[in-house]
């Protein structure tokens, strides 16, 4: 609750410097803020209490992912001065959104009542609308604004008639007397239809097959830190919040439900690795990658009791690593007009630090050893065989095997290919942000109980 | 008020907002025009309103009039900032048609 509060604060603080003509101290002071606001967060794990008639629950599930959140989005912050600069006038306006977004995170992590994870989920998606079309006199960032926009409110518009179905069911939006009326023997056939329409609003947020046509397009329009934060953090927020809904509302889902699930955990890693194979685009890329590590994530609904630990790992490795490689994409593309392989040729000669670390983030995404992503997927694929798919674990086994082949198309070219221009020095933000994402990255691969025991 | 909702039955309210709902999904899908599709995700969140109050008669309990106020100022905010990109495709292009953004494909 308290670090609920906080973030708004010091959303609200940040436009209340520009204000005071305190553009320059804007990106520090929110930095500061946020570590000070993780500290309170950490500070409160293990109290589990309830707030204002449990509108708001904060348990250890929800402070451990705000604490992943705020970590994500003070990546993102640092990377906004740079990536910004033409812009210095309106820099509070892209930090402020970006805090009010994290705010909506939060609210969706630890919400004890349905409206306000309908808030939070709508404060998040409102803040990424402006923020997918805020390059305005760029057209591609206006179309993906605006596909971002009809797709996001069509899905707002299916999770609230989910909310509306639970809510007939059961004449409550608490979480909890959910929970224990869906215990009942006799439940309204409404009360299934709901559950299935949220579940299908936060798949097209997740941007899992068939829901996920619009990731590529929005993705690739989008100003790249946008397109960092929809692949990083909204991705783990929407995961979170799936996993959260459906294990405090109905504490074992039918055994229909779960080979839906495993269908399209099986199409999502299947479409998006083999559709990431053919494109030139790296924002392109990541966005399918992304659609088949949604995936993979999605394995952790087929053993809700056990398995939020291997949840809050493989989000974690996942989008330390997003972050480390969107801000060498930053570096390298900033001042073209596209995102295409050709830009990155040459990197390893010219830059062989910021190579080193994409190759390492793409490494950790395809699930190499020493890095967190070889561990996450172990620790996910010997959770699901102990619940008893083996089939979709090799599915999953297989498509990991697939994916090392575009990851390594993009490693081939930074090393193999002859640069075609000469760079100029990178500032130090990039690097110190690169760096520190991918150094949490192997920490977490070499101790993973660290986070792994967190939520047992 | 509960006498009316026991004649008319609360089966027809929800057949009249998935009605309504289907209407808006398929004005979303089919039509071309920015500002009708926009209308549309309107008519599809209003029969949701309107699903709420009915449901909210039916359990004789506020909470549910209360949600649709929560959904109304949020899709009010929603519009806003829809409109707003709306206005900048304006500018660059001169037209609100959909059919238009058409540049980001592979």
Known sequence: MNTLIAII???????????FNLTKAIVPLTIVGLLAVLGLTISEFNSTESYYNDMIVVSKFSTAFSSLFIVLTIFLVSLSHNFYEKHQSKISDYIAIKIFLLSGAVAMVS?????????GIEILSIALYVLAASDRLNLKSNEAGMKYFLMGSFASGIILFGICMIYGAMGSFNVSDIAAMSQSAELPIWFP??????????????????????????????????????????KVVAMASLYKLLSVM???????FKIVVVVISMASMTVGNIMALRQVNVKRMLAFSGVSHAGFML???????????????????????????FSVIIYVCKNRDNEDIVNFHGLGKNNPLLAAILTGSLLSMAGIPIFAGFFAKLVLFSDTIESGYLVLVIVAVVNSIISVGYYFKLILAMYTKEPNEERKATPFVIYAVAVVAIVLNIALGLFPSTVLDLLV | MNNILNQIGIE???FLSV?????????????????????????MLNAVSLLFVAFSTYHQDAEGQVFVFFSMAVAAAEVAVGLAILVSIFRNVGSITIDNLKNLKG
């Open chain 1, 299 to 325: 394995m952790t609904l087929l053993s809700l009791s056990t398995s939020a630990g291997s949840l809050l790992y493989y989000a974690s490795a996942y989008a330390l690593s997003g972050i480390a490689a």
């Open chain 1, 111 to 119: 919400f004890g009542n349905l409206a306000m994870f309908f808030l």
């Open chain 1, 9 to 19: 604060g010091l959303g609200v603080l940040c436009l209340l410097l520009e204000i």
């Open chain 2, 19 to 43: 009605i309504l709902f289907c209407i808006g999904v398929f004005g979303v899908l089919y039509r071309r025009n920015a500002i009708i599709v926009f209308m549309s995700i309107e008519i």
């Open chain 2, 12 to 14: 027809n309210y929800i």
């Open chain 1, 250 to 256: 109905n504490a074992d889902i039918s055994e229909s």
């Open chain 1, 193 to 234: 239809i709901g559950i299935v329409l949220l579940t299908i609003g936060m798949l097209f947020k997740v941007a899992a097959v068939p829901f996920h046509f619009w990731a590529p397009d929005v993705y690739e329009g989008s100003p790249t830190i946008t397109t960092a934060l929809m692949s990083t953090l909204v």
